[in-house]
């Protein structure tokens, strides 16, 4: 990456310094793909794996038309322009993690839990491997970005050997905004040994708004992430903040330990990205993101304590 010819890039609203030494590419394992060993490896040493061109294009472009369909019909696109490009009307939010779009027999089911996916996982896993039932879809409205945090707080009641999979449902720019990862950000000890340690979906039953979670009022008292600014985030923790102009077809996984964001979008356009999980059917998994219709993190999945 020349970070010379960059555009201006932000998270959050907060400008990223993207000069060599502190923003960078992701590091590409496609040259080791059918290589299981060396694939864990490489997790163990970057804390993610980013496989170019790993799955067919066609198969992810089939599962953004569908999701572009249900969004179409929600109102939500600019009609002036063809729906793949996915321009927004308005910059409206879509309502977020549309699950549902993720459902047997939709294209974006068999394109994350059929077929090639679910035999990486197999490969590199070195097992039978089960998903969560709950999938995170996204449609990323102008301006916004994720802000920086690590996956164990939200789903870490299971096994911790448990990995996200990030694919870019379409073609994603610089400017259109997509997943940046802390380099070697799972090797932070201190910040696995407590951060890592919480859940989103543990209250303190004697605070004040404790009535207000116990209600459905509020979702919790503490909302997971670890800064609302990157830019101090990597200077506290160290290493380069990396991403890439990602294609569909391209696939990313990485560990409930390693820190991760995205960059905003500086276009009208929304940008598709779906959020999967896998792990070892022979290990413990989290109740909250299992079932028909997982509890995901409503008052049935808190777990109350005196602080």
Known sequence: MNTATLPRLTSRGIELDTSTECFGEMRRSDDIADDYPALRERMN???????????????????????????????????????????????????????????PGTKLYDLL?????????????????????????????????????????????????????????????????GLMILEKSHRHDHLNRNYGQRDVDSYCTNYADAPLIEAGKKQWQWNGYLTKNPATLREKLGGRWLTSEFKAGDFVTFGMFTVHGSTDNHTNCYRLSSDSRYQLASEPIDERWIGDKPIAHAMAGKRGRVC
């Open 45 to 103: 040493e970057d804390g993610y794996l980013f496989i170019p061109g790993y799955l067919e294009r066609d198969n992810v472009i089939k599962a953004r038309r569908s999701i572009l369909e249900h969004i179409e019909k929600g109102g939500f696109l600019d009609p002036s322009h063809p729906l793949m490009d996915a321009v927004s009307k308005d910059g409206t939010p879509v309502p977020s993690m549309m699950s549902e779009m993720a459902r």
């Open 113 to 177: 839990y059929e077929g090639r996916i679910m035999d990486f996982y197999k490969g590199f896993l070195g097992g039978t491997v089960r998903h969560f039932d709950f999938t995170w879809v996204r449609a990323v409205e102008p301006n916004v970005g994720t802000p920086a945090h690590c996956d164990i707080v939200y789903m870490g009641r299971g096994t911790k050997k448990l990995y996200t999979c990030w694919i870019p449902l379409g073609d994603v720019t610089h400017e259109l905004g």
